[in-house]
């Protein structure tokens, strides 16, 4: 068994680099291995393109010992046709006779159908190898097929004496005449940040963090995809002058009433703002496809879903300033949690296991 939990943790590495670009799909790694050897290996990069499999049985130079070899994945090979045809196929074509997998896919178009192919067609197959570990790896495609909603992210930054924001006399005061951010946190918890955009599918920010900061909610201090910004504009009130209605990125307008006409990159959606938000919320992006989130709004939106306890993990900056007064930070209570340093800034990040 720990030979198979040495190659199943090669493939949880393989398949990390598919971060933030496999969505609608999950991160999957692959490796064959023959006499010991890793002889194959690759990742799933991109929907539509080729699954982990496939590139790992692409990169075998001698396809000969396929015969012989044992191929290691890190999530249940694929029986249907999608994008691409599937893995299982390929495994049995190539008459790879022992198959080794991490964890079950969730995916009712998978969900155990894709062992019984294997198993069927004779090949040796071994399941739930470091299990925890591949369900983590995924826990944004897990939460989507399991929960029927996104994977929740709650983002937000704090002083050292608890406050989100100045106030208003302070904020002006700092922010001088050219209205400059105010920051809390130092440039490289910003990067961070940046960083995690790049990596979840949509990222949500509430009607007054619109208005007053005009946010992009794109990626800058990284490279990767933008991702759907999601914004909460009950009574239309945002300015169709800010970033959020540039076209640039897809994004999804949540009103209370909108006779507004949408584009291919800006959808009006309602939701009815008397009842739980959050709750809808979740539906309205699980029906858009959305697997995951960070919801970067204000005090009020982050506390919508920690009041509902509709959030996953919770991940929070502690800068050097101190305020003295002002918009108080969300009230967390969670015994799950870790924290780190980012330079100066303390970084706590929790973990919801209700």
């Known amino acids: 068994m720990e030979i198979h939990k040495k190659y199943i943790r090669r493939c949880i590495e393989l398949a990390k680099n598919g971060l933030g670009t496999t969505y609608p799909n999950p991160l999957v790694g692959s490796v064959i291995v023959y ?31 396929l015969k012989k070899a044992t191929i290691y994945v890190s999530l249940e090979p694929c029986c249907h046709f999608g994008k691409t045809p599937p893995c299982c196929d390929l495994i049995i074509q190539n008459e790879i006779p022992n198959v080794v ?62 406050y989100i924001a100045p106030n208003t006399a302070l904020r002006e005061e700092q922010q001088g005449s050219e209205k400059k951010p105010l920051w809390i946190t130092n440039p490289y918890s910003r990067q961070l940040v940046h960083k995690w955009r790049s990596e979840e599918q949509a990222i949500l920010a509430g009607t007054q963090t619109a208005i007053d900061d005009n946010p992009k909610l794109n990626v800058r201090d990284w490279t990767g995809d933008n991702p759907v910004r999601v914004i909460l504009d009950q009574n239309n009130r945002i300015p169709k002058s800010n970033h959020v209605f540039d076209n640039q990125t897809k994004t999804i307008i949540i009103c209370k009433h909108s006779t507004e006409i949408g584009t291919e990159n800006c959808i009006f959606e309602s939701i009815d703002f008397e ?18 989130i960070i919801i970067e709004g204000g005090r009020q939106t982050l506390q919508t879903f920690i009041d509902a306890n509709l959030w996953d993990e919770a991940r929070v900056f502690i800068g050097n300033s101190v305020f003295g007064d002002g918009v108080k930070a969300p009230m967390l209570t969670t015994k799950q949690f870790k924290k780190t340093l980012i330079d100066q800034d303390e970084l706590i990040i929790s973990r919801n296991h209700d």
């Open 35 to 65: 006499d010991n050897k890793i002889i194959g290996e690759g990742w799933h990069k991109k929907a539509g393109e080729p699954h982990a499999e496939v590139n790992a049985i692409n990169s075998v130079k001698d396809k000969s010992l």
């Open 101 to 162: 997998i991490g964890t079950m896919d969730p995916n009712k178009k998978v969900a155990g159908k894709g062992i019984n192919k294997i198993t069927e067609a004779g090949i040796k197959v071994t399941v739930g190898v470091l299990e925890d570990e591949c369900n983590e790896l995924n826990k944004r495609f897990f939460t989507f097929h399991q929960k029927k909603r996104p994977y929740i992210i709650l983002k937000w930054a704090q002083s050292q004496d608890g």
């Open 275 to 292: 009842k739980n938000i959050a709750a809808q919320l979740a539906d309205l992006l699980f029906k858009h496809q959305i697997q995951s």
